[in-house]
């Protein structure tokens, strides 16, 4: 099997658009098809193609996992209900925090992520809507790093070679797997989509999951959430193409009012990069970073230490996890 | 026991150095002192000091622990034998490497660095060398950090209440426990130290060890000397007041010839601070950032990410370990 990227000038997104409304279409017939929206743009654009290409015959939920940053499930539902996609919350947060106990390696993290969502979450909501088709927002970076073994995306079940049909009973449709992230945001702005969604920086798919070194815990993933806000709230205005926190496992000495403290530490990283291939450290100014470090060991529990990220990608990843 | 401090504006140099070379000689009377130099500014100071006072009945060693920085026994040995006080090098690797084996937790570590250094190393050549005075580099900073639980000194055992005489067979003789760095460095140019020493930045007393977060091995302390070697090189014209490296134990994900590469992160502060009771990070320079995680992860073997420290004391420490 192959994939031919559609570079970003040989794009025509209105065209684009109304070949992968037609080949939804086509393929779905009459058919029920499931989105799981995650808010990002990927998967927004999906969701917005698959809704023109199907109307209310596609099923779209958003699946609260507990992974998620501060109110993005109300935010996101709220922002496509005034698209007039409906869209339904599934509140699955305990399911995905007891499968990843005990669990630190990324790989065995990633492959949890992946099991839960697809076998116990999505295919369970694929059988109860009668759907037999899943949307997924898989692009052309993700085939490229997942082929390459950097990393093993959480989407990508049919380029690894594994039968998605007769493993979990539905099929998987990929409309946006020959484009990059360049070429995604032109075609959610084609599409309508409103600015805070086409330009937003990537995410992650297994969320906040993917910004812990080590077990991932709900006490956890409220630390690295805090962080993650205070650092979008303080970069968003950067220009840059990502910026993100991630909680370390390793404790590093600090000290609170006059004692010792062995607390946490939060790494930030601010990535300059036109598509994830390669990237450079945004050169915030170091009042930006002193600003963040303080509000980041003033209001986040434990952490007494804040580093930034000052490596190019290669070869660093965009991500640590 | 209570320390009073000099404080920088209250010390006559001069006058210190002749109370305290005084005050050695009338403790050591006709008898015989040790001392273990480092090559630090606090430890060259005190061996010059007892040189002054003792001549030749101070016996100084140099204790190769193996965890120094690159080349430092035959550098420092050479350059106090320029100033006429004899250094003797003893080779004791290999016992704090297996002191230190499987210890993870930064207390146990210094710990073992402590036990292996009085007990095993320093207290033998007590006994073979027949003295029975111990000179010691203490400082009024380290004294108030452990008095206040942030750091456990492993110069400091008398401040903590153990009987040295007792337990060891020897005594301590801490001449400079009044003063903080900023004077230590004043009374070093009044002895005649060269200025590479006297305005040395600190160093810790673990030496490179205190610079790995996990296990201390031989590899990790390779690991961590050569990032330090380039630290110091591309650093060392900053006119900060302490720079260093530190290996972390979390690994993350990187990529090597377009493979995924699970890798070592190298963690870089760089402080301006007066006395090391507060600091801040220097603003470095961008362009020195990305040269230094390039020369880093092209020369450091397994090293696939580097951060910069952008937090103050407190609520961080200097040093991470």
Redesign the interface.
Known sequence: MSIKEIKIDDLNPGKFIKQKVDEIRSVVGNGLAIKALSGGVDSSVVTILGYRALGDRLKTYFIENGLMRENEPQRIVSLFQKLGVPVKIVDVKEQFFSALKGLTD?EEKRESITQTFYKDVFGKLVKESGAKYLMQGTNYTDVEETL????RQHNILEQLGIDTEGKYGYKIIEPILEVRKSGIRKVGEALGLPEEIYNRPPFPGPALSARI??EVTQKRIETVRKATKIVEEELCDSGAFQYLAIL?????????E??????LQI??RCWESKDAITG??T?VP?ET??K???RI?DNVEGV??????????????I???
Chains 1, 2 share one sequence.
């Open positions: 990324p390459a073994g950097i990393k070194i080590g370390h496992k390793d404790r590093v000495t600090g000290i609170r006059g004692k010792r403290d062995y607390g790494e930030i450079s450290p050169r170091y970073l002193e963040l470090a303080k060991t007494v230490s804040v580093t930034y990220n000052i490596t190019k990608k290669p070869p660093s990843t991500e640590a996890v």
